[in-house]
């Protein structure tokens, strides 16, 4: 069907042409050239610290600590299964918990995600996803006790996440309002404990697309709500849009996240991963249908008119398609351009603003980060911790003329990581970060298995294009988006680690498969 249309036959003569021939040449030899390169060399070879942070005294003290507390646990597990021998509640385990659906560590891990996503903003706290952190941290222990899970040390999440922690921490030290600094240290323990969990359990491709199952439904279910609040009406607030500027644009839709930029940024992170879901549902009825449904949310984010996502999605879109096929990359854009005359007038009034100088949200921004540089300049090594109460206490004497109200963090994740954590936590997360990027990469040239192809394709999509975000707004200031980074983060490294262990030919158990 879509050869014989003129989209298909427009690519077709694309394909024969002179053109795309020189283009594919020089392509070629400019591809040979850099594969061969320093530069690229450096980029894939393994890293040369984390061995040594292996064997150092602090991993093996880590370790130790961890083998000890499974050990106790174990024990305790033993003889409590001596004593149950042939008890009422040993059957009940046997014949209704082992094996289930419901009752197992994914399910809940799964569920929690999913929860946390699609409960409204109102009836929202953070201290449920601290509970829930701890919680699963320690039922994940007491599995590896009972020895249904292996131990996952410290030392195998790497060496920069370490340091970011230890950055998170010590800027208590340095902080302008402790107890506040305390109170937004609990979300980094959050988000950190989250990313444990998911890359310390998520081994298998089964559990993945498990767990990418679970953010499905609540990428849908979030997107079904967006929708019922443009049904419903949504307020225009001055403190989200230039109203002179952006006539005609209504508002903005937020989902179950109470902001649309927070909603936005949601989306950008959660919607490849889930449309991996989608795509390897094995049966075509179920399928197509769920395929189909990635639609809504992609609906959902033109509503919520935020135009820092809009282009971070544009981005993971490209990175999609030119990790799955190249060839596809002209036909996405000759799609994208033919999208054009289809937008909403509103959507184009929000696009055409982002080119506007007289824009006031884009302006702010500029007279906010003007101020924030000079922060920068008098904080760089220590930071002034952790928390907007410290910012706020520091802010004023550094602001601008035109950002001196309504000011609660520098509007970008890089400038904040310096502001509160110094340069140790600046480093030691972009480092996390680009490792993660190449780390993905690398594995998606190591495998040939399709979901996890697609799962790193997704990922790494994420991870960059919400990276893009993370230049133009402060994504971790609302804590929901600030796990679900962590969480992305989290399924790339379990991602990452199916296929390192594909590559042994090692089973969830340690055993060779061959």
């Known amino acids: 069907m879509l050869s014989s249309s003129v989209l298909g036959k427009t690519y077709y003569i694309w394909l024969q042409s002179g053109t795309f021939v020189l283009l594919q040449t020089i392509f070629g030899a400019f591809s040979r050239a850099f594969s061969e390169s320093t530069i690229i060399h450096w980029f894939v070879r393994d890293s040369r610290v984390e061995p040594i942070y292996r064997q150092s005294l602090f991993a093996r003290i880590f370790k130790a600590i961890l083998d000890f507390i499974t050990c106790v646990i174990g024990r305790i597990f033993s003889s409590i299964s001596k004593a149950a021998v042939g008890s009422v509640s040993a059957a009940f385990v046997r014949r209704y918990v082992k094996g289930s659906f419901f009752i197992n560590f994914e399910t809940i891990l799964g569920g929690f995600i999913c929860l946390m996503f699609i409960i409204p903003h109102d009836y929202w706290s953070n201290s449920y996803a601290l509970l829930a952190a701890l919680g699963l941290f320690v039922l994940y222990l007491l599995m590896v006790g009972a020895g249904k899970r292996k131990s996952f040390y410290l030392h195998d ?50 559990r993945l697309m498990k767990l990418l199952g679970f953010i499905y439904v609540a990428v849908i279910i979030s997107a079904l709500f967006a929708f019922y609040q443009r049904l419903t009406g949504v ?119 982002i080119f506007n100088s007289q824009d ?132 790339s490294t379990a991602a990452i680690r199916i296929v390192s262990d594909e590559k042994a030919g090692k089973t969830i158990d340690g055993e060779h498969t061959l």
């Open 235 to 353: 307020a225009v607030s001055a403190s989200l849009t230039d109203l002179e500027i952006n006539k005609g644009v209504p508002g903005r839709v937020f989902g179950t996240l109470g902001n649309p930029n927070n909603y936005a940024e949601f989306l950008v992170m959660m919607t490849p991963v889930a449309a991996v879901f989608a795509a390897n549902i094995k049966r075509a009825w179920m399928r197509i249908p769920l395929c189909m449904g990635i639609l809504l949310p992609f609906g959902a984010l033109l509503m919520t008119y935020s135009r820092s996502c809009w282009i971070s999605m544009m981005l993971a879109c490209i990175i999609f398609v030119y990790y799955a096929d190249k060839k596809l990359i002209p036909a996405f854009f000759l799609i994208c351009v033919a999208a054009f005359p289809f937008l909403p007038d509103s959507v184009m009034i929000r696009i055409q603003s």
């Open 360 to 491: 006031t949200s884009s302006m702010f921004r500029i007279y906010i980060w003007s101020g924030t540089i000079k922060i920068v300049r008098d904080y760089f090594l220590t930071g002034i911790g952790l928390g907007p109460a410290s910012f706020a206490v520091v802010y004023p004497d550094y602001a601008n003329i035109h950002a001196q109200v309504g000011v609660p963090h520098s509007h970008m994740v890089y400038m904040e990581l310096i502001i509160e954590l110094g340069v140790l936590g600046f480093i030691s997360f972009m480092w996390f970060m680009l490792r993660l990027w190449k780390d993905s990469a690398r594995s998606l040239l190591r495998t040939s298995d399709k979901m996890s192809k697609l799962a790193l394709i997704a990922c790494i999509s994420s991870l960059i294009a919400i990276s893009f975000a993370f230049g133009a707004e402060y994504v971790w200031y609302y804590p929901r988006t600030f796990f679900a980074y962590f969480i992305l983060a989290g399924i």
């Open 157 to 206: 999440m790497g060496f920069p996440i370490l340091l970011f922690a230890f950055a998170c921490v010590f800027s208590i030290a340095f902080s302008f309002d402790r107890s506040d600094s305390f109170r937004v240290l609990l979300f980094y323990v959050t988000a950190l404990l989250l990313l444990y969990v998911i890359s310390a359990d998520i081994t298998t491709k089964e």
